[in-house]
């Protein structure tokens, strides 16, 4: 597509913006009205992006809000569809904080009015997915959400991505998004929201590291700093506003855009400090994160006390047996926990090897606790398998005294593996953990 190309016979091509997956973004002109609009293109496309671009259209149309990129049409051109939407003459947040910063009080308006357009895309089921700085246009003092194409009505029961597949940006998804969570809801979105906002203020990201893999463990396992630390003086409530969005668990998040509005009404704008504003000092990760396919990956279960010598040497064989299909080195120990190693083999990741391995393993021992972690080499292996080791033991442990309740739900699972586990696998979160619970 050229500069002077007509789309629909109605849209002339003035240049392209951006780059997507299956087509992109132009500036365009509007022939009729002579106005300036944004004009999405997806092009000889899977149905897959055609119908993320149907959708698209059809959460615009629906959402009417001043801080939602207006739409304007949707339609087909030959073997491409396109989505117009009003253009907005402006810069993205993620370059505002990259070259300039915000001050603590146009960063708070700016959440303002975010909060606004996701309270009003909640009000109507749908969750963006993908909040984020670059998903922030800025025109003066006003701010719109943009690129609803990975967004989700709630209760929408067609798929448009491939089950387990990670949905959003590392950095500014929610755990459970990480942990490719199917049934989010609005506190996904507002998990996103904290962490614009912490951006934002501080000048540095809420969960920052030198690699995908290490921002992903973060977001799972650790918290950011209070942003007090970075701005002090901010008035109490935005602080436990900001540390009640980033909670690892949704539960524990205000519900949704609206819970946001009321937390920031209650907050006098004149008891936000005067700081100049802060450049942030890394880039936004890109959406698709691709990290190195793990070398090694390690199946561990618990020990088993109620195993007698003699049925140490049957158990034994039963998963030697069980277990000789696959590739890889078998090991049980003395107590009967099973440790398997898999380098993968054949086009097969080691990730997929350990899942079946685990699949396989858990209809012979449904009450053990079970963990997988996988590795790039074996230095960075080691540390991982003494947490993995010390968590199933302790699980195991917890397993002797719940008086005949389950206390596990499956394998549990590492960033790296959670990260590289084909769709096919069913995945929950509890507690902040991923779990391989069996097949979709």
Known sequence: MQAGDVIGERYEVVRQVAKRDAGAVFQGRDRVLGDAVAIKLVEDAPVEFVERLRLEAAILRTIDHPHVARFLDFGT??????????????????????????TPREAVGMARQLASALAEAHRFGVIHRDVKPSNLLGAGDDWFVIDFGMARVIGDQIQRTHAGAVVGTVGYMSPEQACAVRDLDARADVFSFGCVLYEALAGVAAFDGDSQLAIQA?????????????????PEPL????????????????????????ALDAIDPADIPVFPPRKVRRREPPTVPSPTVPKMSVVLTAPRPELTPLTLIAWRELVAKALSRFPGTIAVMPTGSIVFVTSGHAGVTSVNVAAAVVLTLLPMIPETPMSICSAHDQAELDPLLDAAGGAVERAGIANLFAEGTHTTRGARLDALTVGHLGGEYQLVTIDGVCYLAGLR
């Not at 051109?77 to 915000?102: M, N, P």
């Not at 973060?218 to 901010?234: E, H, Q, R």
């Open 77 to 102: 051109s030959g073997s491409s569809h396109y989505l117009v939407e009003r253009w907005v003459e402006g810069i993205t947040l993620r370059r505002r904080l990259d070259t300039a910063g915000l």
């Open 218 to 234: 973060k977001l799972i396992v650790a918290d950011p700093p209070s942003i007090d630390t970075f701005v002090p003086g901010l």
């Open 239 to 262: 602080v436990e506003l900001i540390h009640a969005c980033l909670h690892k668990l949704a539960p524990g998040r205000p519900a949704d855009g609206a819970a946001l509005i009321a």
